[in-house]
Structure formats: C-alpha cells, structure tokens
C-alpha cells in the first residue's frame, strides 16, 4: 500500500483561495485580505504535514448502482457505477495536510480573529485539494505504467454517492489511512482531509465520463 508525507512546499493558488473564501467574478478583496493571504501563503509551510495513502483494489463486479469492490467493498452510486463500469481496477485514497493547521484556526476564532481564521482555513482547503492532485498524478504514473487511464477523481458527498460511503471507502484502505480517522457521523478528523477513488481502466475510455456534462446543478463547487 503506497503511503508516504510530503514535506515539499506548496505553491498556493490564491485566486482559489479568494473563491474559497466567497469572492466571485464581482466581489474584489480588500488589501487587507490580500496582504493576509500572501503572508500566510508564505508561511503555510510551517502548519502542514501533509501525507497520504492509497490502495488499488480489482473492480469484481457492477450491477444497477451497485459496484462490488475486492474486499467486500460495496459502492452505492449511479454515478459510481457508471464511472467503474470499464475499469478493472480503481484507486482508494485517504490524504490530509495534518491536524496542526485547523488547531491554529480554531485557536484563532477563539481569540476572535475571524477574519485571520477564516483566511487560513481557505488556503488549508486549496491546500488539500493540491494535494489531492499530487496523489492523483501518482496514481495516473502507476497507470500509465501499465497501458492504462484513470477517470476523474470522485469523493463520497459528490453528486449521488451518499456521504456515508465514506465507511466504505476507509474499509477499503485495510486500516492505513494516513492518520485520518473517521467520526461516526462520517467526517474526517483532521479536518482538512480528502478521501476518494479514481478509476482504472482502458486509456482513452474511462477518462472520457463527466458527469458534470450533463448536469444543471451551475454552483456546485466541485463542477468540473
């Protein structure tokens, strides 16, 4: 099971980080906000541990909206299935930048810096999410190292995979899930945390399914 902490320094994407924090096509933000983000951009190195951990497992069947993974892994989701549908494989993945970033947010709202907390609780989302894309890219390498594509990557709570998959999705990782834990009520804990799969299939066809395509839902965040 690959597995691994990066200690390298991201590059931060601030643009993103504004979105995350509300401002759209016609909201500018002030200097001040500008001023915070690129000093805490320029230190976010200090307040991460970022690691990762992912496992490949064989796709064994897909009936209707239901996808049998190995390991008795089962994946509720019509728009699951219809990702796994060509591939014989698919990537299970659990990453986090750590817990010390959301320690330092929420100490931050106590002391009533909203706005410092709000700031950094954004980069710690891009953060996460350029993570997400470095792990993607390793699993893409593996694949391609063998013939093969991967799809999009897809996490419990996008379109109709139900939140609660996550149960599933942690199931799958054997135990190793790169010192994030699961709540009962299915959130992960540290708090800035990415669990997923990506699909592993023919080159040229598991890549080509976007849901987003044929979706009306304009403002969901994770539209691709």
Same mark, same amino acid.
């Given at each position: 099971? /690959?597995? !691994? !902490?990066?200690?390298?320094? =991201?590059?931060?994407?601030?643009?993103?980080?504004?979105?995350?924090?509300?401002?759209?096509?016609?909201?500018?933000?002030?200097?001040?906000?500008?001023?915070?983000?690129?000093?805490?951009?320029?230190?976010?190195?200090?307040?991460?541990? /970022?690691?990762?951990?992912?496992?490949?497992?064989?796709?064994?069947?897909?009936?209707?909206?239901?996808? =049998?993974?190995?390991?008795?892994?089962?994946?509720? !989701?019509?728009?699951?299935?219809?990702? *796994?549908?060509?591939? /014989?494989?698919?990537?299970? =993945?659990?990453?986090?930048?750590?817990?010390?970033?959301?320690?330092?947010?929420?100490?931050?709202?106590? #002391?009533?810096?909203?706005?410092?907390?709000?700031?950094?609780?954004?980069?710690?989302? #891009?953060?996460?999410?350029?993570?997400?894309?470095?792990?993607?890219?390793?699993?893409?390498?593996?694949?391609?190292?063998?013939?093969?594509?991967?799809?999009?990557?897809? !996490?419990?709570?996008?379109? #109709?995979?139900?939140?609660?998959?996550?149960?599933?999705? =942690?199931?799958?990782? %054997? %135990?190793?899930?790169?010192?994030?834990? *699961?709540?009962?009520?299915?959130?992960?804990? /540290?708090?800035?945390?990415?669990?997923?799969?990506?699909?592993?299939?023919?080159? %040229?066809?598991?890549?080509?399914?976007?849901?987003?395509?044929?979706?009306?839902?304009? #403002?969901?965040?994770?539209?691709?």
């Amino acid at each position: 099971m /690959p597995k !691994s !902490s990066i200690r390298n320094e =991201f590059d931060i994407d601030t643009e993103q980080v504004f979105k995350n924090m509300g401002y759209g096509t016609d909201g500018v933000p002030s200097a001040r906000i500008e001023s915070l983000v690129q000093e805490y951009s320029d230190n976010i190195c200090h307040l991460i541990e /970022p690691s990762y951990s992912y496992v490949i497992r064989d796709v064994n069947a897909v009936r209707g909206s239901r996808v =049998f993974i190995e390991g008795s892994i089962t994946f509720r !989701s019509n728009i699951i299935s219809r990702l *796994l549908e060509e591939c /014989p494989k698919v990537a299970v =993945f659990v990453l986090t930048v750590g817990g010390r970033l959301g320690e330092v947010v929420r100490q931050l709202s106590g #002391d009533g810096l909203m706005v410092q907390a709000a700031v950094l609780d954004a980069i710690g989302s #891009d953060t996460a999410e350029t993570l997400a894309h470095v792990v993607q890219d390793i699993i893409a390498r593996e694949a391609e190292a063998e013939g093969l594509g991967i799809s999009l990557r897809f !996490s419990p709570g996008y379109c #109709d995979w139900k939140v609660s998959q996550q149960k599933m999705v =942690f199931r799958a990782m %054997g %135990g190793d899930t790169a010192g994030v834990r *699961l709540t009962d009520g299915c959130l992960m804990i /540290p708090q800035k945390s990415i669990s997923g799969i990506i699909g592993i299939g023919p080159a %040229g066809k598991v890549e080509s399914y976007n849901p987003c395509l044929t979706c009306n839902k304009r #403002d969901c965040r994770g539209r691709r």
